[in-house]
């Protein structure tokens, strides 16, 4: 049972857009800044979104990252078959003393 | 450009001791943090710890302390992750990732490394 919480699965179709929440508490999310990972089959993680809603550079600007209170979403507009991968929020958790991970979402573009 | 390249793929026995490396280059070594995440096999991404090369600094996830050892020689630009008695619960991929100057998160990662524990 992962610390934040995503949902298993997300999907939509080409040119579409999709988003993934990630669901924590006061000690990470609530008081943390979140980043989001994408990790394509059998490669390492790589990163997508920083403090929230920032984009390293290489990341198309179709990709966006959000927090309200204790919640973090991750949106991807213009859906793209390349686009099928794993994603994971993280933050630090105080209460924990960890880097805490959500269990992972798998996005399936239909 | 910055590069961590870590071990190869890793076969052991239960009981066996097992050290795997990190080697960072393409930017300065010791001024970055360097992680070890662990992923099993089909799971999804556990912190185990962190260390700063500079002095050796280290923090470990509360759900790893004891069970491994992170190191760092910074004459050689290189990060460890040690087991000194594996167990076949040990099996999984490890990645090894530099933590940014920013903020708590991963901007790099390594290729990661394939540890598997089999009798």
């Known amino acids: 049972q992962s610390v934040l919480t995503q949902p298993p699965s997300a999907s939509g179709a080409p040119g579409q857009r999709v988003t993934i929440s990630c669901s924590g508490s006061i000690s990470n999310i609530g008081s943390y800044t979140v980043s989001w990972y994408q990790q394509l089959p059998g490669t390492a993680p790589k990163l997508l979104i920083y403090?929230?809603?920032q984009r390293p550079s290489g990341v198309p600007d179709r990709v966006s990252g959000s927090r309200s209170g204790t919640s973090a979403s991750l949106a991807i507009s213009g859906l793209q078959s390349e686009d099928e991968a794993d994603y994971y929020c993280?933050?630090?958790?105080?209460?924990?003393?960890?880097?805490?991970f959500g269990g992972g979402t798998k996005l399936t573009v239909l | 450009e910055v590069q961590l390249v870590q071990s190869g793929a890793e076969v052991k026995m239960p009981g066996e001791s097992l050290k795997i490396s990190c080697k960072g280059s393409g930017y300065t070594f010791t001024s970055y943090w360097i992680g070890w995440v662990r992923q099993i096999p089909g799971k999804g991404l556990e912190w185990m710890g962190i260390?700063?090369?500079?002095?050796?600094?280290?923090r470990y996830s509360p759900s790893f302390e004891g069970q491994v050892t992170i190191s760092a020689d910074k004459s050689i630009r290189t990060a460890y992750l040690q087991w000194s008695s594996l167990k076949a619960s040990d099996t999984a991929m490890y990645y090894c990732a530099r933590q940014s100057v920013q903020g708590v998160f991963f901007d790099y990662w390594g290729q990661g490394t394939l540890v598997t524990v089999s009798s």
């Open positions: 403090s929230n809603n």
């Open positions: 993280a933050a630090w958790d105080d209460s924990l003393n960890d880097l805490v």
């Open positions: 260390i700063y090369p500079t002095d050796s600094d280290t």
